[in-house]
């Protein structure tokens, strides 16, 4: 259970060349930062699925479908890129 409390909120900041990024550059940048907390927290984290949209400005969402320690958890994604950084929030969805 402690594992899993590092994704009740997880709030990380990555450093990027530039945030005027695709979809799927957005995505891929933050499956990234995901798998770098899982890392640290000792989680074994695999994702099925992750799609990101873009809101406005530097706004992205996001649906994430993974397996954390080989159970199934759905997670809800806020990102926000300002050309510099990529901060991503993800909270499990119930």
Not at 30 to 48: D, H, I, P, S
Not at 60 to 78: F, N, W
Request: with cysteine; glycine share 8%; proline share 2%.
């Amino acid at each position: 259970m402690k594992k899993m409390s590092l994704f009740l909120l997880g709030l990380t900041v990555l450093t990027l060349v530039s945030c005027g990024m695709s979809n799927d550059d957005v995505a891929r940048e933050t499956k990234e930062l995901m798998m770098q907390e899982a890392k640290k927290g000792g989680v074994n984290l695999k994702f099925q699925d992750l799609n990101v949209v873009h809101e406005s400005g530097n706004k992205y969402s996001g649906i994430a479908e993974c397996t954390v320690d080989g159970e199934p958890v759905k997670y809800s994604l806020d990102i926000v890129c300002d050309g510099e950084n990529i901060q991503a929030q993800w909270i499990p969805i119930e």
